[in-house]
């Protein structure tokens, strides 16, 4: 059997692609989905650390933070994220899954609260840590959470599962002719604003030299077939 091409991921689930085709909130078919697909990748023995996102539940630039404190929208936007780790956790253990919630913002009585040493522990003992609230801070986003826990737990590649299936030359939801990059360097994908992550999270993972991996989290088997190193996404690289 070939081995996977990774041992330590750090995979970033959007919060978006939780409302599968709601118009809010969680869809429980879609979230199964997510959790079958990172059963499969798991019985592999590769150590999974996931950052959840909080856009299907409140994002702190959408329409309806308008008006609000950015900061006070931001962090509305960070409690979302709690939302979404319990529920992903929760779909985890039905699943057979072992997974522990850590929260960048202290709320102690819901989760424990990130502390990496303990992060790693739970990862050398095989267990899923799901890291909830961000990074703490408003003004950044979950794919700078991403960026960040990566490098903290020393991922050797941080995992964008989103909505399309890899970095474009524009954004295809709005430009028809756009095209698929096989691989791109983050100063070119920076240089470019090409808007798939955010410029904050490129830069780190860059100076980090932690590479991206950008793919479909709607495809059926498209994050194994990252994990197990084949042809699939967009890698975005030093
Ligand atoms: N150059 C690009 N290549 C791919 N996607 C792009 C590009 N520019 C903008 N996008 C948009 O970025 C979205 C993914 O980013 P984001 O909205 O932050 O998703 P997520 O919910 O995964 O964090 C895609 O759905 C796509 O419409
Ligand atoms: O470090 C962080 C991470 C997230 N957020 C807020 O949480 C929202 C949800 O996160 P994000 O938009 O990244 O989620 P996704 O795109 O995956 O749905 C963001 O819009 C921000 O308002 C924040 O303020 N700081």
Redesign the pocket.
Known sequence: MTKPAYQRVLL??????LMGDDPFGINRATIERMVADVAEVQKLGVELAVV?????I?????PG?QGMDRAT??????L??VMNALALADAMRQQGITARVMS?IGIEQVVEPYVRPKALQYLEEGKVVVFA?????????????AALRGSEISAEIVLKA?KVDGVYTADPKKDPHATRYESISFDEAISKHLAVMDATAFALCRDQKLPIKVFSIVKPGALKRVIMGEDEGTLVHV
């Open positions: 970033k689930l959007s919060g978006e692609a959840i996102g909080g856009g299907n409140f994002r702190g630039v959408a933070a929208a931001d962090y509305m936007g960070m979302a994220t960048a609230a961000g990074t703490g801070n408003p003004f950044f986003t979950t794919d700078t959470a989103t």
